[in-house]
């Protein structure tokens, strides 16, 4: 007994407010508590993260990866803050209390909105063709994301801790307008950059052409587009002279339009000028991937007889169309040595043929 009450003794002794046994109740609600959380992340959160693995959808994977990043750390430090408030706080310690719990509280708040919205662009984006490369410009367009939301989570913040705001937001949008104004070209290429980013006019891995400038897109930034020429030297453009130019997305060409003549010589028969076009039309339409549109005897130029042929390749790659091309270029060399027409070019000289 004389042990008893010598412990009560000793635990009914205040501190700062409180007593030992409160210090002691706290401490142990405070580890319980977090002992609670360890055993469900081990146990529990772990097994549901394999079962959710084997689904098909992400939205599972999001949600248990957010519970344990946000929602756990927020958890063990209420469970913290809960065993404090027990406790008898002086106003400035509970003012300290207070705002530690609002910072924490704001700072996970944000990590997670922020993390959201990653995930769901990046999901959206990787389902997309070529989506690992579009998957890149993402930070990009995060780290403008970034900013804004964390400085409209610090006004917020600042807000709920009884500061008054309004001189704050004064000040942002003054110093906004005049960051703008100074860096006009800046603010113009970033706002580009959202062009870009949200109306695709051309994606990393696309062959374009503007102005005089021809290669493919390697890197979309917040100011700049970067091309590898096909000369292999790399092309830096400003987003907002891509915005404003006339841009060719070769990527984007389902078909490819060819037009190319034919000379012969004056000296070839009417009844072999009359046959060609029908000819030329057989051995289009005999090449794979090309869309036969016309083939006609043009016009006469000053040394030869000029037909017009017209065709569509149906696939947009560039060697293919040069493949098709050839094809087509033997066949007439072909045609026309079987049937003996004579091939006229512009630096053949009068009367060349006239004793053929």
């Not at 050839?326 to 004793?355: A, C, H, S, T």
Request: no cysteine; aromatic share 10%.
């Amino acid at each position: 007994m004389e042990n008893m009450t010598l412990i009560e003794g000793e635990l009914s002794k205040e501190y700062w407010n409180n007593t030992i046994e409160a210090y002691l109740i706290a401490g142990v609600a405070i580890i319980l508590g977090l002992l609670l959380i360890r055993i469900f992340k081990r146990l529990i959160l772990k097994r549901v993260e394999k079962w959710v693995a084997k689904s098909e959808t992400q939205v599972d994977d999001m949600i248990v990866s957010g519970v344990e990043r946000f929602g756990l750390p927020l958890i063990s430090f209420m469970v913290v803050y809960w065993g404090i408030s027990t406790l008898t706080l002086s106003p400035q310690v509970q003012k300290v209390v207070n705002v530690a719990t609002s910072v924490v509280t704001a700072y996970f708040v944000i990590r997670f909105i922020l993390t959201t919205i990653k995930i769901i662009l990046s999901s959206y984006i990787s389902k997309q063709e070529n989506g690992a490369e579009k998957v890149k410009q993402v930070g990009g367009l995060m780290i403008i994301v970034n900013i804004v939301i964390w400085v409209l989570g610090g006004i917020f913040l600042f807000d709920n801790l009884g500061y008054n705001v309004s001189t704050l937001l004064t000040g942002v949008g003054i110093g906004g307008i005049a960051i703008a104004l100074a860096a006009q070209n800046i603010v113009g290429d970033l706002f580009n950059y959202f062009v870009i980013f949200f109306d695709k006019p051309f994606e990393v891995g696309d062959s374009i052409l503007v102005d005089d400038k021809n290669g493919t897109i390697e890197y979309i930034g917040l100011k700049t587009t970067r091309l590898r020429s096909v000369s292999g030297e790399q092309i830096v453009i400003s987003n907002s002279d891509l915005t404003k130019s006339r841009v060719h997305n070769y990527k984007r060409q389902e078909t490819r339009r060819i037009k190319f003549n034919v000379s012969i010589s004056f000296h070839t028969p009417l009844e072999q000028v009359r046959a060609i076009p029908e000819k030329l039309k057989s051995i289009i339409e005999g090449v794979p991937d090309t869309r036969f549109d016309r083939a006609h005897f043009a016009n006469f130029s000053d040394y030869a007889l000029v037909f017009e042929v017209i065709y569509f390749v149906t696939v947009p790659d560039y060697a293919k169309y040069m493949d098709v091309q050839q094809e087509i270029n033997l066949k007439v060399m072909e045609l026309f040595k079987q049937e003996k027409i004579k091939f006229l070019i512009r630096e053949d000289k009068p009367g060349e043929w006239d004793n053929t």
